[in-house]
């Protein structure tokens, strides 16, 4: 899965940012569970990636609620 940029998450509906954020969630389990099993991974970087992208989207979710309360 490609990593998500703030623009390309901002296009996306509520409902398929919370999907998102749970598939990204799911591959994030598999990454650490293949660490855990002392194999090595295939990109390093990637278990980084997925929770910075996981956080990303929490913070755009939050700041779209914020601007709902607003109104």
Excluded: C, W, Y
């Excluded at 296009?11 to 591959?27: C, G, P, T, W, Y």
């Amino acid at each position: 899965m490609a990593i998500l940029r703030a623009d390309d998450i901002r296009e996306l509906s509520h409902e398929d940012m919370v999907a998102k954020r749970n598939e990204i969630r799911f591959e994030l389990a598999r990454e650490r569970a293949l660490l855990a099993t002392g194999s090595a991974p295939e990109n390093p970087g990637r278990i980084r990636e997925l929770r910075r992208t996981i956080a990303r989207i929490n913070t755009i979710i939050n700041q779209t609620n914020e601007k709902n309360k607003e109104r």
